[in-house]
C-alpha cells in the first residue's frame, strides 16, 4: 500500500496542474501549470523504474548479487526535463512580448483573435 | 535588474562564481561516470551567469558576456556535437568509433561488478562536452534577453 | 556513393539538421546566402527521399539502427532484447515523408522572396530546418520514445514560427500561445502512454509492444490518452480552437509546413491504432468514434468557415473540415477490420480514399496558403472586405487560385475529385448518411471557395490597388510546382492509388509483417 505513495502523488501534481490551467486567469499561473504537469510525469516515469531494495545502477564498487534500479526511465526523464527547460522558456518569452504589446497579463483581455 | 544588489552581496558573488563555473565543468566533464553529462553542467554554469546578472545588473555583465560571443559558442558546440554523430558514419550514424579502439580507451566493459577502466566511453564524453558548450551559452543568451527586454518594459513604464 | 546511400535513412535527418546548425554563423557573414543553403539542402533530402521511396516499394521495409550494428543486444545467458532506437521506413512511413520533403523544400524556395525585408531571418531558416527534422523524424521512426522527442521538437520550433511576426503586432504572440499551450499538454500526455507502456511491457520499440500487447485496463487509458491528444494536435473537432489562430498568424510558407505537420499527428493516430494494437481493441467501437470525430470535424469546419472575412482564417477552418474526411475514411476501414468480407469489399477501398486525400490535401491546401500569402504580400492586408478587382493586376495568382479552389471543393480534373470520389463510394456501403453528410461538406466548401474568389479577385479594379503587380519569381515558381503536380494527380489517379496508396495502406493494416521485420531479426 505504501508503494503506491509516489503515483497517487503522480496523480495529484497532474490534477493541480490541470485546476491551474483551466481555472486561473494570470498568464503566469497558466505557465506554472504547465510545469507542473511536467513534473508529474517525470515523476511517474522515474517511479516505474524503482524495484525494493535495490541500489543505483552503476558497476564500479557495487556489492556482490544486488538488485539495481532500471536506468532507462532516468534517461527518459532526464530527456522530458530538458525539453521542458526549452518550452518553460518559450512560452515566457512570449509571455514577455505579449505584456509589451497588450499591456495586460490576464486572459480576460487578451482577446483580439476571435471569430 | 537594474543597479545590482548590495555591497555584501556584490562581494560574495565576486568570491563564489569561479567556484560554481568550476562544480559546472566538472559536472560536464565527469558525465560518463557520474550521475551528470552536458545538460546539466551547462545549466549549472549558466546559473553562474544568472547570478553574475543579478548581482552587478546588466549594463556591467553585457561588456564581456555578450550576445554574440555567446552565440557563437553555441554554434560551436552544435557543429562539434553533429561532427561527432557524423564520424562514425562508417559503420552507422551516431555509432561510438573511439570506444573499444584499444589503447587508452579500453577493451569492452565487461558486464557485472569490475573496477573500470580510464576512459570507456568513447565518443560520449566528446558528445557531453560539445552538449555542455552548446548548453551553457544557450541558456546564457536566454537569461541575458530576458534580462534586457525586463529593464526595457521597466524603463517604459517608468515613464 | 553506394555507402553512402545506404545511410539514406540517417542522412534525411541529419543533412537539414547540419544546415539548421550552419545557419547562424553563415547569417553573420552573409545575409543572402542562408536562404539558398536552406532551399539546396531540402532539395537534397527531396531527392534523398525519393531514392529511399523506390527502395521501399520495390523491395520491402527498410530497418536502420542508430548508434549499433544490431538491433538487439544479446545477453551472455542467451537473452535478446531490443535495445537500439531504430528507424522503420515502411511504405506508410515513407508516403507521409514524401509529402513532407515536397512541402518543406517548396517552403524554402517560397521564403526567398517572401520573408526577404525581415530581420531576424537566420533565426527564421533555423527553425524552419529543425520544423523539416522533425516532421522526417516523427514519419520514420520505429521507436516510440523517439518519436515523443521529435514531436516536442516540431511543436516548439513550429510554435517560435508562428510567433515570428510579433515584432509588428501583437495577434502572433498571442496565437503562438495558444498553439503552445495545447501543444505542451499533447506532448505531457503522449509521454504519460509511454510511461504506462514501458512500465507494463519493458520495451520502447513498437514492433515489441504490438507483439507482447494485452489489452489490460492501462493500456485502455493509454489509447484514451492517445486518441484525443493526437487528434487535438491533428486539429479536429472538438479541440479544433488552436487552429484558425495560428494558421492565419504564421508566416504564408510555414502555414503550408503547419499543415503537413497537422497530418504527421494524424499519421501518428493510424499507426498506434492500427500497428500498435490492431485486433486486441475492439475496432468497431474506436472506429465508430474515429467516424464521429471526422463527421463533426467535416460539419463545423464548413458551416464557421463560410461566415469569416480573414482569407487565412476561412481557409484554416477548411483545413479542419478536410481532415475530417481523412478521419471519416481510416475510420470505416478500422471499423471493418475484423471482418474480412467487408474488409475485402469497401473497406480497404475506404483507407485508400483517405489516406490519398491526406496527399491531395496537403499540396491543394499549400497552393491555397500560397496564394494568399501572395495577396498579403502585395497588399498588406487579409481582410476580403478590402480585396477586391485583383485578378487585373495579379493574373499568375488567380489563375493558381481557381486551380486550388477547384481542387478542394472536389471537381473535375483535379486530384479532390479522386479522393473525394473513392471516399464517397466506400463509406455509402458502409452507413449512407455518411456519405450523404461528406457530399453535402463538398458543396458548402464549393459555396465558401467561389465566395472567396468573388471578393478577392473579381470586380472592377480598385483606386488602391492600380500599382499592384505580379509577385516575384520564386513564389511563382512555388506555386506552380503545387499547381502542376494538383493537375498530374487529378488526371493520372490510378497510377499513384496503385503505386503509392496501396502499398500504404497495406502495410497499415498488416500488423504481421511489420513486427516480423524487426524481430524476425534477433
Not at chain 1, 22 to 33: E, H, S, V
Not at chain 3, 7 to 25: G, K, M, N, S, Y
Request: aromatic share 12%; charged share 10%; proline share 3%.
Amino acid at each position: 500500500m505504501i508503494g503506491n505513495f509516489p503515483f497517487v502523488t503522480v496523480i495529484i501534481l497532474i490534477g493541480l496542474g490541470i485546476y491551474s490551467l483551466l481555472f486561473k486567469k494570470n498568464l503566469i499561473k497558466i505557465a506554472i501549470g504547465l510545469t507542473l504537469i511536467e513534473s508529474g510525469v517525470n515523476l511517474f516515469l522515474i517511479a516505474l523504474g524503482f524495484r525494493k531494495g535495490a541500489v543505483a545502477p552503476i558497476y564500479t564498487q557495487a556489492p556482490e548479487g544486488v538488485k539495481m534500479v532500471l536506468p532507462t526511465p532516468q534517461a527518459l526523464c532526464l530527456t522530458s526535463i530538458v525539453i521542458g527547460v526549452a518550452t518553460t522558456a518559450l512560452v515566457l518569452s512570449i509571455i514577455m512580448i505579449i505584456y509589451q504589446r497588450y499591456g495586460t497579463i490576464n486572459t480576460d483581455e487578451i482577446r483580439r483573435l476571435r471569430g | 535588474m537594474i543597479g545590482g544588489m548590495s555591497r555584501i552581496v556584490k562581494t560574495m558573488t565576486t568570491l563564489i562564481f569561479g567556484f560554481i563555473m568550476v562544480y559546472g565543468f566538472y559536472v560536464i566533464a565527469h558525465g560518463h561516470l557520474s550521475p551528470g553529462g552536458g545538460f546539466q553542467g551547462g545549466a549549472i554554469v549558466a546559473s553562474a551567469f544568472a547570478l553574475l546578472l543579478v548581482t552587478y545588473g546588466t549594463n556591467q555583465i553585457q561588456s564581456f558576456l555578450s550576445k554574440d560571443l555567446l552565440s557563437m559558442l553555441e554554434s560551436t558546440g552544435l557543429i562539434l556535437f553533429i561532427t561527432f554523430a557524423f564520424l562514425g558514419l562508417g559503420a552507422t550514424f551516431f555509432y561510438n568509433f573511439v570506444s573499444n579502439s584499444g589503447g587508452l580507451f579500453g577493451s569492452p566493459t565487461a558486464i557485472g561488478v569490475n573496477p573500470g577502466d580510464l576512459n570507456t566511453g568513447g565518443t560520449i564524453t566528446l558528445m557531453n562536452m560539445a552538449v555542455g558548450l552548446e548548453v551553457l551559452a544557450a541558456l546564457g543568451v536566454i537569461v541575458l534577453t530576458m534580462s534586457v527586454a525586463s529593464e526595457t518594459i521597466h524603463k517604459k513604464e517608468k515613464q | 556513393m553506394s555507402s553512402i546511400l545506404m545511410h539514406a535513412p540517417a542522412l534525411v535527418i541529419a543533412l537539414p539538421l547540419l544546415a539548421a546548425f550552419f545557419t547562424p554563423i553563415l547569417g553573420r557573414f552573409n545575409r543572402k546566402t542562408i536562404s539558398w543553403l536552406a532551399s539546396f539542402t531540402l532539395g537534397l533530402t527531396l531527392l534523398l527521399t525519393l531514392f529511399i521511396a523506390k527502395q521501399v516499394l520495390t523491395n520491402g521495409p527498410i530497418v536502420y539502427v542508430f548508434g549499433g550494428t544490431e538491433i538487439g543486444l544479446t545477453l551472455p545467458f542467451g537473452y535478446t532484447m531490443p535495445i537500439r532506437i531504430i528507424f522503420q521506413i515502411d511504405a506508410m512511413g515513407i508516403f507521409m515523408g514524401l509529402i513532407t520533403a515536397v512541402v518543406a523544400f517548396l517552403a524554402a524556395i517560397y521564403s526567398i522572396s517572401y520573408m526577404e525585408q525581415h530581420t531576424g531571418l537566420d533565426k527564421y531558416y533555423t527553425l524552419l530546418l529543425l520544423l523539416a527534422t522533425s516532421m522526417f523524424g516523427m514519419e520514420l521512426t520505429g521507436d516510440i520514445f523517439n518519436f515523443f522527442v521529435f514531436f516536442e521538437i516540431a511543436s516548439i520550433s513550429s510554435v517560435a514560427l508562428v510567433a515570428f511576426r510579433s515584432t509588428i503586432s501583437g495577434e502572433p504572440a498571442e496565437a503562438g500561445l495558444k498553439y503552445m499551450v495545447v501543444s505542451s499538454i499533447s506532448a505531457l500526455m503522449v509521454l504519460f502512454a509511454i510511461g504506462l507502456f514501458y512500465g507494463q511491457y519493458d520495451a520502447l520499440n513498437i514492433a515489441t509492444i504490438a507483439s507482447v500487447m494485452q489489452f489490460t485496463q492501462l493500456d485502455k487509458i493509454a489509447l484514451i490518452l492517445l486518441v484525443t491528444v493526437l487528434s487535438m494536435k491533428a486539429g479536429s473537432v472538438p479541440m479544433h480552437m488552436w487552429t484558425p489562430d495560428a494558421y492565419s498568424e504564421a508566416p504564408a510558407a510555414i502555414t503550408m509546413v503547419l499543415v503537413a505537420a497537422s497530418q504527421a499527428s494524424l499519421y501518428a493516430l493510424f499507426r498506434i491504432a492500427f500497428s500498435l494494437y490492431n485486433v486486441t481493441l475492439n475496432t468497431v467501437t474506436v472506429g465508430w468514434i474515429i467516424i464521429i470525430l471526422g463527421v463533426l470535424s467535416m460539419f463545423i469546419g464548413v458551416t464557421i468557415a463560410i461566415i469569416q472575412s480573414d482569407i487565412k482564417r476561412l481557409m484554416a477552418y477548411h483545413a479542419i473540415s478536410q481532415t475530417g474526411y481523412m478521419l471519416l475514411g481510416v475510420g470505416v476501414g478500422l471499423a471493418v477490420l475484423t471482418n474480412p468480407a467487408a474488409l475485402e469489399s469497401y473497406g480497404i477501398k475506404a483507407m485508400e480514399g483517405g489516406i490519398f486525400h491526406i496527399m491531395n490535401h496537403a499540396m491543394y491546401k499549400g497552393l491555397l496558403f500560397l496564394t494568399a500569402g501572395a495577396l498579403f504580400y502585395r497588399t498588406g492586408t487579409r481582410d476580403l472586405n478590402k480585396m477586391g478587382g485583383l485578378a487585373h493586376n495579379m493574373v499568375y495568382t488567380a489563375v493558381f487560385f481557381i486551380i486550388g479552389a477547384a481542387a478542394i471543393a472536389g471537381i473535375p480534373p483535379f486530384n479532390g475529385f479522386a479522393s473525394k470520389l473513392i471516399i464517397y463510394e466506400s463509406v455509402y456501403q458502409f452507413n449512407p448518411l455518411l456519405s450523404i453528410i461528406a457530399m453535402l461538406v463538398s458543396i458548402l466548401t464549393l459555396a465558401s471557395f467561389v465566395k472567396v474568389f468573388h471578393s478577392a479577385f473579381l470586380g472592377p479594379q480598385l483606386e488602391s490597388y492600380k500599382s499592384v503587380q505580379e509577385v516575384p519569381k520564386s513564389m511563382v515558381l512555388a506555386m506552380a510546382t503545387l499547381a502542376c503536380i494538383i493537375v498530374f494527380f487529378g488526371l493520372f489517379p490510378e497510377l499513384i492509388v496503385k503505386y503509392i496508396v496501396h502499398p500504404a495502406v497495406m502495410a497499415l493494416i498488416d500488423q504481421a509483417h511489420y513486427t516480423a521485420t524487426i524481430l524476425g531479426g534477433i
